[in-house]
């Protein structure tokens, strides 16, 4: 069931709904729609493509909320809860070990450096989506914040959880455990929305705290407007956090 809602989620996003949508057009293409139906797909996907584009998805869903403050007063019964995601299964770099992703490393480190400054534990989540073969989430994050100098005891694996929501549901269940009802939640600034809603609906108080942003803060030039591959990719993340969270709302709310 969760590879089908991934695959389908995947075909719903650019490139692979574009490249669908095109090849429709292309079919139908002694039709005026057919036509048409093309050419908007090649407009979107260059877009799509671009800096100024890009940073219109990604913006409105990494500035809902502020960077962390690590000067804030934090309540009492706090933690810190480090979403995973996904690992890198036997890197050649690491001796075919499987080790964390780049948004998963980044949001470790992240991590690592609240744990040091405030002196809270962490709650690693994460399972092994789609291939239970591999080194849980939570088991690898683990490894890393450890090799980042935190003291072992101060950190707790959740190694079930398959999406965002089970992180919150599953990780939330330990916490209760320990009388924790405040979290500071850290994640990729443009996951942060979908996971503070997921956090807050079991009546915790989150603290946010995004990292490893992708909008662009540089000025824009005229290769701003030319099409490149990284762009695509992140604008693709932006539209799934976009579809992922409209379906929480419906499924959970």
Same mark, same amino acid.
């Given at each position: 069931?969760?590879?089908?809602?991934?695959?389908?989620?995947?075909?719903?996003?650019?490139? /692979?709904? @574009? &490249? =669908? +949508?095109? #090849?429709?057009?292309?079919?139908?293409?002694?039709?005026?729609?057919?036509?048409? !139906?093309?050419? /908007?797909? @090649? &407009? =979107? +996907?260059? #877009?799509?493509?671009?800096?100024?584009?890009?940073?219109?998805?990604?913006?409105? !869903?990494?500035?809902?909320?502020?960077?962390?403050?690590?000067?804030?007063?934090?309540?009492?019964?706090?933690?810190?809860?480090?979403?995973?995601?996904?690992?890198?299964?036997?890197?050649?770099?690491?001796?075919?070990?499987?080790?964390?992703?780049?948004?998963?490393?980044?949001?470790?480190?992240?991590?690592?450096?609240?744990?040091?400054?405030?002196?809270?534990?962490?709650?690693?989540?994460?399972?092994?989506?789609?291939?239970?073969?591999?080194?849980?989430?939570?088991?690898?994050?683990?490894?890393?914040?450890?090799?980042?100098?935190?003291?072992?005891?101060?950190?707790?694996?959740?190694?079930?959880?398959?999406?965002?929501?089970?992180?919150?549901?599953?990780?939330?269940?330990?916490?209760?455990?320990?009388?924790?009802?405040?979290?500071?939640?850290?994640?990729?600034?443009?996951?942060?929305?979908?996971?503070?809603?997921?956090?807050?609906?079991?009546?915790?108080?989150?603290?946010?705290?995004?990292?490893?942003?992708?909008?662009?803060?540089?000025?824009?030039?005229?290769?701003?407007?030319?099409?490149?591959?990284?762009?695509?990719?992140?604008?693709?993340?932006?539209?799934?956090?976009?579809?992922?969270?409209?379906?929480?709302?419906?499924?959970?709310?």
């Amino acid at each position: 069931m969760l590879l089908l809602s991934k695959s389908i989620a995947q075909l719903l996003i650019p490139p /692979a709904s @574009l &490249i =669908l +949508l095109g #090849l429709i057009g292309i079919y139908f293409w002694q039709k005026r729609w057919g036509k048409k !139906l093309t050419l /908007a797909c @090649l &407009i =979107l +996907l260059w #877009l799509f493509s671009t800096a100024p584009v890009r940073n219109i998805l990604t913006s409105s !869903l990494e500035y809902q909320y502020p960077a962390y403050s690590f000067n804030q007063i934090l309540p009492n019964n706090t933690a810190i809860v480090l979403l995973g995601n996904g690992v890198q299964e036997q890197a050649p770099d690491y001796q075919y070990q499987d080790t964390l992703s780049r948004f998963g490393m980044m949001r470790t480190i992240y991590a690592a450096q609240i744990a040091k400054h405030t002196g809270l534990a962490i709650y690693a989540t994460g399972g092994t989506p789609l291939n239970e073969h591999a080194a849980s989430e939570s088991s690898v994050m683990k490894y890393w914040l450890i090799t980042l100098g935190i003291d072992a005891t101060h950190i707790y694996e959740e190694n079930q959880a398959n999406t965002t929501w089970e992180n919150a549901t599953f990780t939330t269940a330990l916490l209760k455990k320990k009388n924790i009802n405040s979290v500071i939640l850290v994640t990729s600034a443009w996951h942060m929305p979908r996971a503070v809603w997921c956090f807050e609906q079991q009546g915790l108080t989150v603290i946010p705290a995004p990292t490893d942003y992708l909008t662009d803060q540089a000025t824009y030039d005229i290769r701003s407007f030319l099409p490149r591959w990284d762009r695509l990719g992140d604008s693709g993340d932006a539209l799934h956090e976009y579809l992922g969270l409209f379906w929480y709302k419906l499924k959970y709310d």
